[in-house]
């Protein structure tokens, strides 16, 4: 029997579910990008206040350019199965702060009508670093990229994330209505800030006073978000439905940790989301650092080098020596030049990261993580290998781990068939190809200016560093690099 509100009665005994009146809930958070993390993470959040009483933040969550979620939810009335998985012990429950689901082109009247009505108060996003359509490098929006170019040529069926918020707040503004929030829970340092830049620079080719309006008016609160949850794999929603004793079409399997740190700065108001641990602080910049070097760039760096030696996840690729000989030295460099949040031993930090990535319950694929590295290299192990090149310090680790990335691109550009998932996928794949000499391969690499920015091609030292970790790891017998490279 499916997942829906009349068939929880049938829900299996102990798996908690939702004992608040859904009906009564009043839908205010608009959340854009409702994949897994949201729904393990925010809409859990969200679930924990509306369940202490306080039913004013309902979320309707929307896919801007799929129904999928829409077709799996809608029938089970926004109800899934979370499933917390510890390394012995699990615990499954429904949540049911996901009041309605849009999805695709055919709802996009909806959405902004919705997004458009003073009922949304808080726009929230996870659309993952691409989303924001910016230069990883220069931060600058890239007005050029067909998606963006296409919102603006027809603002009033906008088909991206930042054509949305932006057409909304435009139709706000002229109808006298306060903005909402645009809240980013996106794995990038100063994530609010990002948005901002990002949605004022759109703005500001469509209409001058509604920049100005977005900028004296709209709170972007910056987040710093954590909790490790794998794409969802069909024997995680065996698993979870014979648990729950229901069928539910897109069930999520995360971690038992979760960690949400958010800026206090919101336009209408907003949840109590302390309720379910979440914090408010002022030193948000501190987090993010520390766990977008620390977790994510220990993640990345898991990977590429669990991708080069058969490991396909993360728990496995923790089992191997020689990548936790890789991963030790890296977090030292990391952590040298880390300003940690008031009060947080970073070496503690890393050990507890250590424990997470062993979870052997979190079947956490190597690939899915390699995805999107010319969007995730820049904050997760270029900013901390900035720091460190300013200090003069050198960073054999950070420099194999780059190395690493670009091994992982060049097997993909001499595999037939193979992919790489990735908005620069053409231009780093033609770069991959244009030699088969080790010091080539690296040279044209390192030119990507969007990753790499001008200063790091320009430093004889670390080029120098790179290619020696790159011809490191390509002659390692435990590596398995693309064949054709030469010394
Ligand atoms: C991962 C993150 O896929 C990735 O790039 O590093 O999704 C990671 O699992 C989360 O940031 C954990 O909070």
Same mark, same amino acid.
Request: net charge negative; glycine share 6%.
């Given at each position: 029997m499916r997942l829906s509100e009349k068939s929880l009665t049938q829900l299996s005994g102990g798996v908690a579910k939702p004992g608040y009146d859904r009906s009564k809930v009043v839908g205010s958070i608009v959340h854009l990008g409702i994949g897994a993390f949201h729904r393990a993470h925010q809409a859990m959040f969200t679930d924990a206040v509306l369940a202490s009483g306080d039913l004013a933040w309902g979320i309707i969550g929307a896919s801007v350019n799929s129904a999928k979620m829409k077709n799996a939810l809608v029938p089970?009335?926004?109800? &899934?199965?979370? /499933?917390?998985?510890?390394?012995?012990?699990?615990?499954?429950?429904?949540?049911?702060?996901?009041?309605?689901?849009?999805?695709?082109?055919?709802?996009?009247?909806?959405?902004?009508?919705?997004?458009?009505?003073?009922?949304?108060?808080?726009?929230?996003?996870?659309?993952?670093?691409?989303? &924001? &359509?910016?230069?990883?490098?220069?931060?600058?929006?890239?007005?050029?990229? %067909?998606?963006?170019?296409?919102?603006?040529?027809?603002?009033?069926? %906008?088909?991206?994330?930042?054509?949305?918020?932006?057409?909304?707040?435009?139709?706000?503004?002229?109808?006298?209505? %306060?903005?909402?929030?645009?809240?980013?829970?996106?794995?990038?340092?100063?994530?609010?800030?990002?948005?901002?830049?990002?949605?004022?620079?759109? /703005?500001?080719?469509?209409?001058?006073?509604? /920049?100005?309006?977005?900028?004296?008016?709209?709170?972007?609160?910056?987040?710093?978000?954590?909790?490790?949850?794998?794409?969802?794999?069909?024997?995680?929603?065996?698993?979870?439905?014979?648990?729950?004793?229901?069928?539910?079409?897109?069930?999520?399997?995360?971690?038992?940790?979760?960690?949400?740190?958010?800026?206090?700065?919101?336009?209408?108001?907003?949840?109590?989301?302390?309720?379910?641990?979440?914090?408010?602080?002022?030193?948000?910049?501190?987090?993010?650092?520390?766990?977008?070097?620390?977790?994510?760039?220990?993640?990345?760096?898991?990977? &590429?080098?669990?991708?080069?030696?058969?490991?396909?996840?993360?728990?496995?690729?923790?089992?191997?020596?020689?990548?936790?000989?890789?991963?030790?030295?890296?977090?030292?460099?990391?952590?040298?030049?880390?300003?940690?949040?008031?009060?947080?031993n970073p070496a503690e930090y890393v050990e507890s990261l250590k424990q997470r990535f062993r979870n052997p319950a979190l079947k956490h694929r190597t690939a899915q993580i390699a995805s999107d590295g010319s969007q995730k290299l820049p904050q997760r192990l270029l900013a901390p290998l900035r720091d460190r090149l300013a200090k003069g310090l050198a960073s054999p680790a950070i420099a194999t781990a780059i190395a690493a990335w670009m091994h992982y691109a060049v097997k993909i550009a001499h595999t037939p068939d193979a992919v790489l998932n990735d908005p620069q996928s053409a231009e780093i794949l033609a770069r991959a190809r244009l030699s088969s000499d080790a010091p080539s391969i690296v040279g044209h690499l390192l030119a990507l200016d969007k990753i790499f920015g001008a200063d790091l091609p320009a430093n004889a030292d670390f080029r120098a560093l790179l290619i020696a970790k790159f011809v490191e790891l390509a002659t390692n017998p435990e590596v398995a690099t693309a064949a054709a490279i030469r010394f």
């Open positions: 089970q009335d926004g109800l &899934y199965a979370l /499933a917390e998985m510890g390394a012995d012990s699990e615990k499954v429950r429904i949540i049911g702060s996901i009041i309605d689901v849009l999805g695709g082109a055919e709802d996009a009247d909806k959405l902004l009508a919705k997004m458009s009505d003073l009922s949304t108060r808080i726009v929230s996003i996870t659309v993952t670093e691409k989303g &924001y &359509y910016l230069d990883p490098a220069s931060g600058q929006l890239q007005l050029q990229a %067909p998606a963006i170019a296409a919102d603006l040529a027809a603002l009033a069926t %906008p088909k991206t994330i930042l054509g949305f918020i932006v057409q909304a707040l435009k139709k706000r503004k002229a109808a006298g209505i %306060p903005p909402f929030t645009v809240l980013s829970c996106d794995n990038l340092p100063n994530n609010g800030k990002l948005a901002k830049a990002a949605v004022l620079a759109f /703005a500001r080719q469509v209409d001058a006073d509604l /920049a100005a309006w977005i900028e004296a008016s709209v709170c972007f609160p910056c987040t710093m978000v954590d909790r490790i949850t794998p794409a969802t794999t069909d024997a995680d929603r065996a698993h979870v439905n014979q648990v729950i004793g229901l069928d539910d079409a897109w069930p999520v399997v995360t971690e038992q940790f979760v960690q949400w740190v958010i800026e206090d700065q919101f336009t209408l108001g907003r949840p109590d989301w302390t309720i379910a641990g979440a914090v408010f602080s002022d030193e948000i910049e501190c987090w993010e650092n520390m766990k977008l070097r620390c977790l994510n760039g220990a993640h990345s760096t898991l990977a &590429y080098l669990g991708q080069l030696t058969g490991r396909e996840t993360v728990a496995d690729a923790m089992q191997l020596p020689l990548i936790t000989d890789i991963l030790d030295p890296l977090w030292v460099e990391i952590r040298e030049v880390l300003h940690a949040p008031k009060g947080v």
